[in-house]
Each structure stands twice: as C-alpha cells, then as structure tokens.
C-alpha cells in the first residue's frame, strides 16, 4: 500500500528584510511552503549603506541557488590604511576584502523569493500557539495566518519579541553611527587618490570614521560608478541623540534617521564637526555628502529565541555594534543553522529547535559582548587609530 505524500509543513516569517529573506529562501528550498509579511507598505530597496561581505551571505546564496558567475558581489579593497588626525598615514597594510552594499543583498534576495508570497503592508498584532504545535498570526487589517513555524525576523524593534518578551529591549550604548554615501565621481579629487581601493581609518577623542567604496545606484561595481560609503561614529548623550533624531518635518524618528530626513542644521553640524576632527580626505567625503543619515548604536542579546514554534533571529534576537562587521551575517548564520536543524530532525520540528538554540544564543552575546569592547575601547577609551572595521 502507497504511503500518502506529507504535506509540505508552512512557515511564516514576520519582517521582509535580509533576516526574513535569507530564512524564507532556504526554507522554500528545503520543501517548505513560505510567506513573509512585511509592515512597511513600500519596497526596502534603497541605496542603503555598506556591508562588508562575509562567507555566510555567500553561502545563503549559493544554498539559495544564485548563479554566483555573473554576479558581481562588491567592491574588492586592497589595503587597511590609518589616518592620523593631520591627514599623515599611522600604518597601511595589504588586507583584501569585499565591500558590498545591503541594497545588493536585499536585490538578490528579493528576486530569488519572488513576489507571490511576500506580502507588504502587514502589520503584526497578535500571536497564539495551538497545544497541537500551530501558530497563529494576526494582522492589523484583521486577517489571520497559521502555521507550522514563525519566525520573528522583523529587526531591532521587533514587534515578535514585543510580544512574546516585552522586557527584552536594546539599550543605547552611547554613540551614534553618523552615514552617507557619495557617488565616486563626485569625490573630491583628492579623496578620490587617498582614499579608492583601501578600507580607510582615522580615530580622534570621542571619534572613529572608516570608509571603503561599495556597489552603486542599480548595483553597479564599474569604476566611476560605485559610491564611497562612511560611517562616523560620535558619541552622543540621549538628549542630544533626541535632538539628532528630530526629522527635518518634526517627527521622532527614534532610533534611526533615513537618509533625506536628517535637519538641515545636524547637517551643517557635522561639517564643522568634521573640520575639527577628520583627516583631510575623510572631511573631504563627508562635506561632499549632501544627505547624511543616522542611527544610534544599541546593544541586544536575549536569553530566548525559541517559545513553542515561535522563533526570533537576526537583529530581532541580538544586535552586534556595526564594529563587528556581523548583523548581516548572523542573520545568514542564523538561518543557515535553522535549516540544517530542521533537515536534522525532519519529523520533530520542536527537537529541532531545542537543538538550534543554545548555538545562537551564545552567538549573539559573544557577538553583542565582542563588539562592546570594541566600540567603548574607540569611543570611550581611547582616541588612538585603530582598525576595527
């Protein structure tokens, strides 16, 4: 006698960013059926800012099937390269890498999942678990969803871990992560000859700016093409941090000011700012940029990820400071071992996630404990060059 075919079991997967889409794409090649719901109404894609490329993203991609061939990951920087506050070089060494850009991630992502079952505008409300294993999911527009799986990869104000741990939050660690992106034959010339090709560095008392160059508008690695991406960490008291993320239309932006949207008088502020502080081809990027963005830097690492059938990765489960060079690939990683757990214990999906768990807990605080010492060391300890990343 024929055994009937199991149903594919369903997963559903709340956040549509790089977390949801790694997850969402290898689950549906493992047999899965998989829906992701995103609150935002409008599409992710953006310029966005620089990521550098590590071995887990390459790997979700190629799980994923990507053709890897044609595909131009990033922009490769030969050297590390110190700069003292006077504009004289500290240390240059050769130290190869790929820079790449969220925006290029996402793009890739995105295509690979497809369109049919990735839903925009969906606001999450409301969790329930079944004694028999199910999940339901509530929306705002009053809709439900259930499932076999749900994972929470809706980012550092996820609304699943709100909902499941209200006390789990992130906490401001002092300092902020000034951004822009300038495109590459806009830069000042004399940038342009300090600065392409290298992963460049400078610390000063309460500051540290690095820059590399990254893929450009429609994820373009062509020279003249790509745009210069910095990142500029300030310290930053709450109130001021308040201040800062005060939109130009008087809206609290919180944690995060896009780009756009920054007062023109925080922009005006960071020019002097980097006249006082910056070696000349940095101030030089920076007062070229002409809309510079935001985000206050904070600190997660929970003490759960898993509730039942409920789980949460990504930055919804722990944030690791931008010095580690590790969201994104924590997300990959994450998901990565998700799946192998899943395809480990493929009749007992709970067994699977008691498995999976220990591992990424402990990733997220060796990360989030990693990248506190980094960053209070460059901000709080010390205004010697460095390079983290």
């Given amino acids: 006698m024929n055994t009937p075919e199991r149903s594919p079991q369903r997963a559903l997967i709340i956040g549509g960013s790089l ?11 493992a047999g899965w059926d998989v829906d992701i719901y995103e609150r935002s109404p409008h599409s992710l894609d953006s310029r966005g800012g620089g990521i550098v490329l590590q071995p887990e993203v390459v790997e979700v991609f190629r799980r994923t099937g990507v053709d890897l061939q044609p595909l131009e990951l990033g922009v490769q920087s030969r050297s590390r390269t110190v700069f003292r506050p006077d504009g004289s070089i500290q240390s240059k060494h050769v130290a190869p890498q790929t820079q790449t850009s969220w925006s290029l991630i996402y793009s890739t992502m995105r295509a690979a999942f497809g369109e049919e079952h990735y839903h925009q505008g969906q606001k999450l409300v409301g969790l329930s678990q079944t004694p028999d294993h199910r999940v339901t999911a509530r929306f705002a527009d009053g809709t439900q969803e259930t499932a076999d ?8 104000s996820s609304t699943v871990r709100h909902l499941l741990w209200p006390t789990e939050e992130p906490s401001y660690a002092g300092y902020l ?3 822009g992106l300038v495109p590459e034959d806009e830069m000042p010339a004399m940038a342009r000859e300090a600065l392409s090709g290298d992963f460049s560095f400078s610390s000063n008392v309460q500051s540290h700016i690095l820059g590399y160059l990254v893929p450009g ?3 373009d690695t062509r020279p003249g093409h790509r745009l210069y991406n910095w990142v500029w960490y300030r310290v930053a008291d709450n109130a001021q941090l308040h201040e800062i993320m005060t939109d130009a239309g008087g809206r609290d932006r919180g944690f995060s000011i896009p780009e756009g949207k920054l007062a023109s008088h925080w922009r005006e502020h960071l020019y002097r700012e980097a ?14 940029t002409t809309q510079p963005f935001a985000q206050a830097i904070r600190d997660l690492a929970v003490d759960h990820m898993v509730d039942g059938r409920i789980i949460l990765l990504g930055d919804a489960a722990s944030i690791p400071r ?3 060079a590790a969201s994104t690939s924590k997300a990959a990683s994450n ?11 493929p009749d007992d999906p709970d067994l699977a996630l008691s498995h999976w768990q220990p591992e990424q807990l402990a990733l997220g605080r060796y990360l989030r404990d990693q990248g506190s010492r980094i960053g209070d060391h460059l901000l709080f300890q010390s205004s010697r060059p460095a390079t983290a990343r």
Avoid: I
């Fill in 19 to 29: 977390g949801g889409l790694f997850t969402g794409n290898l689950l549906r090649r």
């Fill in 149 to 156: 799986l749900l994972v929470g990869a809706d980012g550092s």
């Fill in 177 to 179: 992560a000034w951004r």
């Fill in 217 to 219: 508008d429609g994820n």
């Fill in 275 to 288: 006249d006082a502080l910056l070696p000349a081809p940095l101030r030089a990027v920076v007062r070229a």
């Fill in 322 to 324: 931008p010095h580690t």
């Fill in 335 to 345: 998901a990565l071992s998700l799946l192998a757990a899943l395809q480990t214990f």
